[in-house]
């Protein structure tokens, strides 16, 4: 499916607030809301709206220490892979989990964590657990500069 510059319109309005009402967005856009929750729901069916979520605050939840962790594993095999995935998908603390290359990881994880307490306990008692964990190196975010959750609309990417 190509997407026009409406369409890039409305996704770039619905990353920036998932929130908006119809009304608003339409608006927002410059089109009726008829032909506006039409594209909106086309664009969902097609799949370029995966979810609509808030954004919550991790500090003002008590999560303020962030790491990424390289994980090396004993063997490349696919049930290996897969066993760790499905252990670290159940590990809330977990926001991101990348197979790499390039490094002597297999791993990149990005996790979140109340304080240092928490991180060795995530660390110690969850994931190096995982049968064929055998290498952890953790990074400790001091900053986040930038911190994204929108994708770039380039018009290039769409027709």
Do not use: W
């Amino acid at each position: 499916m190509n997407i026009d510059g409406y369409d890039r319109r409305i996704l770039e309005a619905l990353q920036d607030d998932g929130r908006l009402s119809n009304q608003d967005l339409a608006d927002r856009i410059g089109l009726s809301p008829s032909p506006c929750l039409r594209r909106v729901r086309r664009l969902e069916e097609a799949g370029f709206i995966g979810a609509y979520r808030a954004v919550l605050n991790a500090r003002a939840l008590g999560l303020s220490l962030m790491a990424f962790i390289n994980i090396s594993m004993d063997r490349h095999t696919p049930e290996r892979f897969e066993n760790f995935e499905r252990h670290i998908g159940e590990l809330p603390e977990v926001l991101e989990c990348h197979l790499i290359t390039g490094q002597a990881a297999d791993y990149l994880l990005k996790v979140i964590v109340a304080d240092m307490d928490g991180f060795q306990a995530l660390l110690l008692n969850k994931i190096t657990r995982i049968d064929g964990v055998t290498g952890v190196h953790s990074s400790f975010v001091m900053k986040s500069p930038v911190n994204k959750t929108s994708l770039p609309l380039l018009s290039s990417q769409t027709g």
